[in-house]
């Protein structure tokens, strides 16, 4: 009897609560239904959207602020500029229709397409002057103010270091239609540098209005191109782009929206992923080994190239042979194809490849030289003289390194390499969060240290004016003299406006870096990724922007 | 009484005020910057503190920051969202990080009582072992271990509930990530609630009204529960706590637009605001819990709060 009461009891809770979750839930299918894009998906085939996973949240939508590749590629996918790039990578006239340059290549006259911002406002030559000088303006302090300079556009680094107004900016609407820019020399890749986000346009009347609000809310923004933003939660997790039926190619756009879900965690992703919600994901570390075979695994070259840098202020890295010997010392294959299994590639250059193209159409690494990779007998033989030309027997370095999950496997890897190569040599691992590894080493505070450049531009000139005296990004210090004029001449001296001899001279420069053991490269990066099979016509660069969507379909 | 709550409020001000002190100088002489990119020049660098103010001596900038935030202006995010205002940040994820929070609690507190009373109720039978066994688990296994099963297997397998928070559908999708964050509490609930069932159950009053003829519904429900309840909310101050802590996880696990995620974020890439608003809101939610507890104690025992009004005054 004791029993049947406890049993009622027990059991009345239990309703009490089945009656709790039961009041909410005819709520819930209301509420999906109209307002989730990607649920739409699932039920409506004749919706097609793509169902991004990533794993950074967009930190802007300012085209002068932004400087991540997830805020790139959002911001391309809703503005186009003076070009876009193509499949392959190749600059294609975009909001510009016609070009005409000047015969000594530093007046381009720009003719602007009848093109409307998603508010029916249309697209002008001011858009273009008002965003240009709003990104050298030192107000704004865009991080990217340096890249007007880079693009070669009169008067930018004297405006971007405060010597000048912005006034004098090269750049001029002569009319609706018409963009008049002027250049301090001919720069080789100005057409690519045009289909960059900071090259953006940006409608002035609306930018005066939101003020101080300008392109943080989706409310807060205009769109030129493929896609425009339609719910962006501040701070959410999700964000989404419909298709932009203003864009003035939107015939051409087969996506009707993009839906960007959020997600720090690697392992939820990939659940997410299976699950049919997500289209596409990126792997990392021990996930790609699982998924290596699978049709949908696609292995992308992005531009970065991770190397080591020595200083050459620490007693012993000054030494040459030194240098040598420790740039030879480690396996790369075994990098690449056991340690990071991403589809990086192991990197024998200080240019990567698929990063510019030359005068002959040619790529870089084509016509450049090659340089010796890993070899463990010639190694030896360079520590043997270093040894003798610095009276030592043996050498303790602090190799500096971020606190991520590859480049501590690629750390101890190479630590393990070096010490097994060069008896005598040893290593201790220094591990430092990214943000104080890159402080440290800008500081000049380290002996040996792991990491990595990003191209800013189509131009092997994105490496190499790096290890030019007093660059900032030259943390080693070194100096060589004939190595700042070529560089110097062939960035903004006699060699720009000569394409052919510039290009050679770039290898020439690339040569003296490597004979110098300047930076021991290490390896190229590659990003693997998972795509859905009915995925079709995403678009990666390695330099610049690194994702459109404008040819994607989903079958 | 007013007393006793006035100077309870003054001293959770100072103690807010110190960790607001402590966390600004951490934050100054922590290694890095929120600008140390590999692609920022020293020049830029400098052009960048000067417009957020960075460039300005510690000091200064720390009166600054108070006098800002009275105003509820708690500045605007480095890297996150760029030149976002963090108070609109907060306004819109704080919601859902109390959301969660809120449901975890309660469905904690319910299941770990409904599993402690029948555990005490059976005392040393299956069931008791189960509770027991469960409260174990509960508390020694990390939220993150449950959220990572539970996506699996209600999630990936079942596809019972959506593996990744939705702002859209908010019930169901938060419905793994409360299950994840609720085990502690169940545990932790279900422990108490079943020793402290035990000892009401053989007091003497229980014993004494199960003589008189007292059904045995109305023994548990009126007479023991009531009792065992009063330690049990005693513990929940500290659970709440817990349920903080364990939503930075969570939240990171299950894509939830909240404030443990943005904390989390923000610490990896020295987001200065962020982190000192995230904190300064955890922190008054401790402090406040904490407050919240003592002057109940001091409501529902008197002793508590003449010990502690003769200590302070």
């Not at chain 2, 904690?108 to 509770?131: E, F, P, V, Y």
Request: glycine share 6%.
């Amino acid at each position: 009897m004791r029993n049947v009461k406890l049993a009622f009891a027990i059991f009345s809770i239990i309703f009490l609560i089945a009656g709790c979750s039961k009041s909410a839930t005819p709520n819930t299918p209301a509420t999906t239904e109209n307002t989730t894009p990607s649920n739409n998906t699932t039920s409506d085939t004749k919706a097609k959207v793509l169902n991004l996973g990533k794993d950074v949240e967009l930190a802007s939508m300012d085209s002068a602020i932004a400087t991540d590749g997830l805020s790139f590629e959002v911001i391309a996918a809703t503005i186009e500029g003076l070009y876009t790039i193509d499949a392959d990578g190749v600059p294609q006239l975009a909001i510009a229709e016609k070009v005409d340059l000047s015969d000594d290549g530093t007046k381009y006259t720009f003719t602007i397409r009848d093109a409307k911002w998603s508010n029916g406002t249309p697209v002008t030559a001011n858009d273009f002057e008002f965003a240009w000088k709003r990104l050298v303006n030192p107000e704004t302090a865009s991080e990217y103010s340096f890249i007007m300079g880079v693009a070669g556009v009169k008067n930018a680094d004297a405006i971007v270091a405060g010597e000048k107004g912005i006034e004098e900016l090269g750049v001029k609407a002569v009319d609706e239609k018409t963009l008049v820019v002027e250049l301090d020399r001919p720069v080789a890749f100005f057409n690519s540098l045009m289909a960059f986000p900071s090259f953006y346009p940006i409608n002035e009347a609306f930018y005066n209005e939101k003020g101080a609000e300008y392109a943080l809310t989706s409310d807060a923004l205009l769109a030129n191109g493929p896609f425009k933003m339609k719910t962006w939660e501040v701070g959410g997790t999700t964000f989404y782009l419909e298709k932009n039926p203003d864009y003035f190619a939107a015939d051409s756009i087969k996506l009707d929206g993009l839906n960007y879900q959020v997600i720090k965690d690697t392992q939820q992703s990939i659940l997410a992923y299976e699950n049919g919600d997500l289209d596409y994901i990126m792997l990392s570390g021990e996930q790609i080994v699982n998924y290596q075979d699978s049709p949908e695994y696609h292995n992308i070259v992005a531009g970065y190239l991770w190397y080591l840098s020595p200083n050459q202020k620490v007693a012993g890295l000054e030494n040459l042979n030194l240098r040598k010997a420790l740039s030879l010392a480690y396996d790369k294959e075994a990098i690449v194809n056991d340690i990071l299994k991403d589809g990086s590639i192991k990197a024998d250059f200080a240019v990567p490849t698929l990063l510019a193209t030359g005068p002959d159409g040619k790529d870089y690494r084509e016509t450049a030289e090659t340089y010796p990779s890993t070899n463990k007998e010639e190694a030896l033989k360079y520590w043997e003289k270093a040894k003798a030309d610095l009276g030592i027997s043996s050498i303790n370095l602090e190799l500096l390194f971020e606190d991520t999950e590859s480049a501590t496997l690629v750390a101890q890897f190479i630590q393990s390499e070096v010490e097994s190569t060069l008896p005598g040599v040893t290593f201790t691992l220094k591990s430092q969060p990214k943000k104080n590894r890159v402080e440290l080493m800008q500081q000049g505070d380290y002996e040996v240290g792991l990491t990595r450049w990003g191209p800013d531009y189509a131009d092997p000139m994105t490496y190499l004016d790096m290890w030019t005296t007093g660059s900032p990004n030259n943390y080693g210090a070194w100096e060589n003299k004939e190595y700042d004029e070529l560089v110097n001449r062939a960035s903004k001296g006699d060699l720009a406006s000569k394409p052919e001899e510039r290009w050679e001279a770039l290898k020439k420069a690339e040569g003296i870096v490597m004979d110098q053991a300047v930076i021991f490269p290490v390896y190229q990066k590659g990003n693997a990724v998972l795509i859905k099979p009915e995925v079709s016509g995403i678009e990666f660069h390695s330099v610049g922007v690194n994702i459109f969507y404008k040819s994607a379909d989903k079958q | 009484m007013g007393r006793y709550i006035f100077k309870r409020l003054a001293l959770a001000a100072i103690t807010i005020l110190i960790i607001l002190m402590v966390l600004f100088l951490m934050l100054e002489y922590m290694p890095g910057s929120p600008f140390n990119d590999e692609k920022i020049t020293a020049a830029q660098r400098a052009v960048l503190d000067a417009k957020y103010g960075l460039d300005q001596p510690v000091f200064f900038r720390f009166i600054d920051y108070v006098k800002s935030m009275l105003t509820g202006d708690f500045g605007v995010s480095y890297v996150i969202q760029k030149n976002m205002p963090i108070s609109t940040m907060l306004e819109a994820r704080l919601p859902v990080t109390i959301q969660i929070g809120a449901q975890a609690i309660l469905l904690g507190t319910l299941i770990g009582l409904i599993l402690g009373i029948i555990a005490a109720l059976r005392h040393n039978s299956i069931i008791d072992t189960l509770t027991t066994f469960i409260s174990v688990i509960g508390v020694s296994f990390p939220s993150y271990v449950f959220a990572l099963a539970l996506s699996f297997f209600l999630g990936s397998k079942l596809h019972w509930f959506p593996i990744l928070y939705s702002p859209a559908k908010p019930i169901v999708s938060s419905i793994l990530p409360t299950i994840a964050l609720s085990m502690f509490t169940i545990a932790t609930v279900a422990r108490f609630a079943r020793s402290e069932m035990i000892e009401v159950l053989n007091s003497d009053y229980i014993l004494l009204s199960e003589s008189k003829g007292v059904t045995k519904r109305r023994l548990i429900f009126i007479h023991a529960l009531r009792n065992a309840l009063i330690p049990i909310i005693t513990v929940l101050a500290p659970l709440v706590v817990t349920l903080m802590t364990g939503s930075l996880v969570i939240e990171q696990i299950f894509s939830i637009p909240g404030i443990g995620s943005l904390l989390v974020t923000a610490i990896q890439i020295n987001d200065y605001n962020v982190i000192l608003a995230v904190t300064f809101i955890y922190s008054i939610m401790f402090v406040g819990i904490m407050l919240l507890v003592d002057i109940l104690y001091g409501i529902i025992d008197p002793r508590i709060r003449l010990a502690k009004g003769e200590k302070h005054g």
